[in-house]
Nanobody, 118 residues
Framework: VQLVESGGGSVQAGGSLRLSCHAS????????MGWFRQAPGRERELVTA????????FYINSVKGRFTISRDTNTNTGYLQMNNLKPEGAGCYYC????????????WGQGTQVLVAS
């Protein structure tokens, strides 16, 4: 069972990136999914999450209107579309998954780096 992220890179402020998270070895449709971010010198924080059904989504205030979380249960892949990126959005982004009834995420990807130049 593993989660593999891709799509990170370097962009200018105001640019866009789309991160992908492919899950293998488990049915993604039965799990909540989240994207976390860890900036240098800071704690890892939850940026956005989607419920196993796809009906409930959460975003931190600083990304509302700019980031969109989605998932494709047919391909077992989750996505994070990031538009109008700001320098403070830089960091290592991790996707994670948990059973819908659990309080903690128990599956993590290896992370993908996002750099935003001002």
């Amino acid at each position: 069972v593993q989660l593999v992220e891709s799509g990170g890179g370097s962009v200018q402020a105001g640019g866009s990136l789309r991160l992908s998270c492919h899950a293998s070895g488990l049915p993604f449709s039965s799990r909540d999914m989240g994207w976390f971010r860890q900036a240098p010198g800071r704690e890892r924080e939850l940026v956005t999450a989607v419920s196993w059904s796809g009906l409930s989504k959460f975003y931190i205030n600083s990304v509302k209107g700019r980031f969109t979380i989605s998932r494709d249960t047919n391909t077992n892949t989750g996505y994070l579309q990031m538009n109008n990126l700001k320098p403070e959005g830089a960091g290592c982004y991790y996707c994670a998954a948990k059973p819908y009834a659990a309080s903690k995420y128990d599956l993590w990807g290896q992370g993908t780096q996002v750099l935003v130049a001002s």
